[in-house]
């Protein structure tokens, strides 16, 4: 974190300093618009960008003044990913398919950050309705990674990756259906959490509904969670969300973890891939973990065949969008996802409700699973960053080999997961680590994120050299 670019630093350090009269909302926004000026041009992390932000930092700025911050985030820039709802904004979700007239309120987790004082920067790229993991989209095109803009940034949250990493603002919105938040911020350096199901609700809800979650994106653990707290708060529109008592997700985030028994998992119902270097981080995550006295030890969660599953579920989704789409707007879809649709759509509804009975049985197993783990250990990516430019071939081999393989499961069974930076490969670029705990223990995945995150440090990226670089390219 910078001590001097308000653009760099975490939410809680400008907080601080708004608190302290060191700092304005309006100059850190400032700080913020100029590295987009400069950097995503090439970058691509924004869908729109919000013209009112300057107005609502100057509001935010009043409020300090007087000394009447409205909430946790007042003044605190933040994005939101093109597939939720933003009042004034159309949400495109990366498709030329999609209505470009402007959504007339904002969703849930858009609701929890504006009330808190947040002011929205803009909506940032998604890969088309969220469906993939190569950071392009048929609207927007390639969002390019800020750490070497010749890598991607994973998605489908591709904008708030690079957004998360370029400093464009320290809190960003992801959302997670098979590891979309988890996938672009292990790629790009950033913590990635995907709550616990239900716990931010969702309106209307994506074509991932039974799995999908919205999730914070950010460069610290401490602001994950007070964007979680913010974010996580019942909605009367969401008929599936959890009406928790709303809470500062950061209390008890210094506990550390020991005496908690973690398991290093190596299979999900098969055996995903992972590379050395992957691997090094995993075991060298675990060896910190011991020394900071949790239990330690490898396990088997034994769940069914969970590419079978998330398959059957990812497919039919993308089955029902391109059915249910006018047939003269199907030329406009990414090829790819029309080729999952046309791959899965004749699944009979026999077949499909027997992927979702294993999905409740994978569940269970985890369930069981953590009556004897508190945590589950395990790697976010099959590898770090692959190319931007990589064309997306097999889509359904590659979503359990080279895109999703450590990350859908978790959706499959909604309980919560997050990936914290684990230091750069010798290409310079970042890798992660994941953890995941039982069904509405978060704030035990915030913990041992901690304790990765003071034990491990990550260079900042340097996106000026890569601007350079890539007007060379």
Not at 145 to 172: C, D, E, I, K, Y
Not at 304 to 316: A, E
Not at 448 to 473: D, G, M, N, S, Y
């Amino acid at each position: 974190m910078s001590d001097t670019d308000p653009a760099l630093m975490s939410a809680e350090q400008l907080l601080a300093l708004y608190a302290r009269r060191r700092l304005s909302p309006v100059e850190a926004l400032q700080a913020v618009l100029e590295r987009v000026a400069r950097y995503n041009p090439w970058v691509n992390a924004f869908a729109v960008l919000n013209p009112k932000a300057l107005a609502q930092a100057g509001e935010s700025e009043a409020r300090w003044a007087a000394g009447r911050p409205i909430g946790p985030l007042d003044g605190v820039p933040a994005t939101v990913k093109d597939l939720l709802n933003l009042q004034g904004f159309p949400t495109r979700r990366g498709s030329k398919t999609t209505d470009t007239a402007p959504a007339m309120e904002d969703a849930p987790a858009v609701v929890g950050l504006k009330a808190a004082g947040a002011v929205i920067l803009g909506k940032t790229t998604t890969t088309e309705f969220g469906w993939k993991t190569p950071g392009d989209c048929p609207l927007h095109g390639i969002t390019r990674n800020p750490w070497n803009a010749q890598r991607t940034v994973g998605g489908s949250s591709s904008g708030a990756g690079a957004a998360g990493a370029a400093g464009f603002g320290p809190l960003h919105v992801g959302t997670d259906a098979g590891g979309s938040i988890r996938i672009p911020a292990a790629y790009c350096g950033l913590v990635g959490f995907k709550p616990t199901y239900g716990r931010i609700p969702q309106w209307p809800h994506s074509a991932f509904g039974q799995v999908s979650c919205a999730g914070p994106m950010t460069r610290t653990v401490r602001d994950a969670a007070l964007m979680f707290s913010a974010m996580a708060q019942g909605d009367v529109r969401d008929p599936f969300c959890l009406h928790d008592e709303p809470r500062d997700w950061r209390a008890g985030i210094e506990e550390g973890v020991a005496g908690l028994r973690v398991a290093v998992v190596r299979r999900l119902g098969y055996a995903p891939p992972i590379d050395a270097e992957g691997e090094a981080a995993v075991l060298t995550a675990a060896r910190i973990l011991s020394e900071a006295g949790a239990i330690v030890e490898d396990a088997d969660p034994a769940l069914p065949d969970t590419r079978h599953i998330f398959g059957r579920v990812w497919g039919v989704a993308l089955a029902r969008l391109v059915r249910t789409m006018a047939p003269e707007k199907r030329d406009l879809l990414d090829k790819g996802l029309e080729e999952v649709a046309e791959r899965e759509g004749g699944m009979s509804a026999i077949d499909f409700l027997g992927a979702e009975a294993m999905r409740g049985e994978a569940a269970h197993a985890m369930a069981r699973f953590h009556l004897k783990y508190d945590l589950v250990l395990c790697p976010t990516t099959p590898t770090a960053a692959f190319a931007a430019d990589t064309p997306t071939l097999k889509p359904t081999e590659a979503l359990w080999r080279d895109w999703a393989p450590w990350t859908f499961a978790f959706n499959l069974t909604r309980q919560p997961a997050i990936t914290v930076p684990f230091g750069t490969d010798e290409d310079g670029m970042p890798r992660g680590v994941q953890f995941a705990a039982a069904q509405l223990r978060d704030d035990l995945c915030f913990r041992a994120a901690r304790v990765i995150e003071q034990a491990v440090t990550l260079p900042p990226p340097k996106p000026e050299a890569q601007a350079c670089a890539h007007h060379a390219h």
